[in-house]
């Protein structure tokens, strides 16, 4: 079997689109994969990420004008989490960077590689500005046949220990190694757990995701797709175009500000972004949790103070780590602030008594675990953090 759309099909596998590609939605039922994902361990098809290729001398100065944050910072075998702006100042979207001895690889899960190398050609035009004298060789990595697949959870640090030694343990937070050739292994993740990106050609994709699915299983592994992060990306916030997009793409109103380097001396959107920053973002999301139990809290909904709307609702969902609803709201900045009382979600059916909420909502199992102290199958190490 040469690629993972034919393995996921013969494996009954749930569709669905994503960033245009046609991937896992589900494997099991959702409780499972979250369950997988938040105890153990969950072995996800992430090819939805685009992956692009910047190779050449100057490679630098070209990706370090695409990006927000500050690429100089990172040498080979390190990553980067950068936003991608529009020359408005607001998110485009988000990337990893990876260094190589040649070079950088750009990965996108909402970007599509088309558009990336589409603004990196555009980049191009002002070579002898951004002093790029040897023009960088850009493709697309997808259309190379490239995959990347995410292992993520409490135990699965210690599944990839198993299978690709004990370096795995003592991997920093973005930094990668190489395995079996092409294959690229990046500590990295959004939703609070361990988690590993591993990045490289369908082929080897393909024998990885069965070798894992076999060594796995004394884990507790489950195979998923791509709609667990419909939940694990309320419970531990972070950029998701599908959740943000329709309401709000300034940095600061989503707190994000975190993640632009306004005093890098040039890169999209820039001078914008730091107009922008001069004045106080209107309106912040923060958490926001009813106070009763509740059902058909969704999107727009309006967060009420003394029935004045100060806010409305961006996305919700039920928390099964924390028993309870859960919400993202964008607020008036006066009332952004965490553990306040005093709100009402006006639903289509009923108004709710609400809470607000510091992010992210979980303190994550993950956070707990310790390789030195803890194993899944170790009898001589404590099994629950």
């Not at 909904?301 to 961006?314: M, N, P, R, S």
């Amino acid at each position: 079997m040469k690629s993972l759309h034919d393995l996921h099909l013969a494996n009954k596998a749930k569709m669905g689109i994503f960033n245009n590609y046609l991937l896992p939605a589900a494997y099991h039922e959702p409780s499972v994969e979250y369950r997988a994902v938040r105890e153990n361990a969950l072995l996800v098809d992430y090819s939805h990420m685009s992956i692009v290729s910047v190779m050449g001398d100057d490679a630098w100065a070209l990706v370090n004008h695409l990006a927000s944050a500050d690429v100089s910072i990172i040498r080979d075998e390190q990553g980067l989490y950068s936003l991608v702006l529009n020359e408005d100042g607001t998110i485009k979207g988000d990337i990893y960077i990876l260094c190589t001895p040649d070079g950088y690889y750009i990965l996108s899960e909402n970007i599509a590689a088309s558009d990336m190398i589409s603004s990196l050609h555009n980049l191009l035009l002002r070579a002898e500005e951004l002093e790029i004298a040897e023009l960088p060789a850009i493709k697309s990595m997808t259309e190379e046949a490239w995959g990347a697949l995410m292992v993520e959870g409490p135990y699965s640090w210690e599944l990839l220990a198993e299978v690709y030694g004990f370096d795995i343990i003592g991997l920093p937070y973005h930094e990668y190694i190489n395995q079996d050739g092409e294959l690229i292994l990046f500590r990295c993740g959004k939703h609070g757990e361990f988690a590993y990106l591993l990045v490289g050609p369908q082929p080897e994709l393909v024998d990885t995701w069965s070798m894992l699915v076999e060594k796995g299983e004394k884990y507790q592994l489950k195979t998923g797709g791509l709609d667990y992060q419909r939940t694990v990306r309320i419970e531990n916030k972070c950029w998701d175009e599908n959740i943000y997009a329709d309401f709000s793409r300034h940095p600061a109103e989503l707190q994000l500000q975190w993640a632009v380097q306004y005093d890098k001396e040039g890169f999209i959107g820039k001078e914008a972004a730091v107009e922008r920053s001069h004045d106080p973002a209107k309106r912040k999301i923060v958490g926001i949790c009813p106070l009763t139990d509740s059902t058909g809290i969704a999107p727009n909904d309006k967060v009420l103070v003394d029935d004045k709307q100060v806010g409305v609702i961006v996305k919700s969902a039920w928390s099964p780590a924390l028993e309870a609803s859960i919400a993202l709201a964008l607020l008036e900045d006066d009332y952004a602030w965490s553990d306040i009382s005093g709100f009402t979600i006006e639903t289509a059916t009923a108004k709710i008594p609400a809470k607000t909420q510091t992010l992210p909502f979980l303190y994550n199992l993950s956070l707990l675990v310790n390789p030195t102290e803890h194993s899944y199958i170790d009898d001589t190490k404590t099994r629950h953090a």
